[in-house]
């Protein structure tokens, strides 16, 4: 299930580092997850992919509640 799909349009200097948006994870229901990543430059040419997986815990009042 997808949960956010979007673009972001930033100027990376040449072995430069930006950022280009932000994941709010605390919106996030808890479970496991993956985050794509690709950078293109202004041609349209793919110049990088990364994945990452995480998971949300639940709040520690709802994992002490669990039997």
Not at 39 to 54: I, M, P, Q, V
């Amino acid at each position: 299930m997808l949960v956010k799909d979007g673009t972001s349009t930033v100027n990376v200097p040449a072995d430069g580092v930006r950022w280009a948006t932000a994941l709010r994870p605390s919106t996030l229901a808890p479970g496991s997850y993956a985050l794509g990543v690709e950078l293109f430059d202004a041609r349209g040419n793919r110049l990088g992919h990364n994945e990452f997986s995480f998971a949300i815990a639940p709040p520690a009042e709802e994992q002490a509640q669990q039997p």
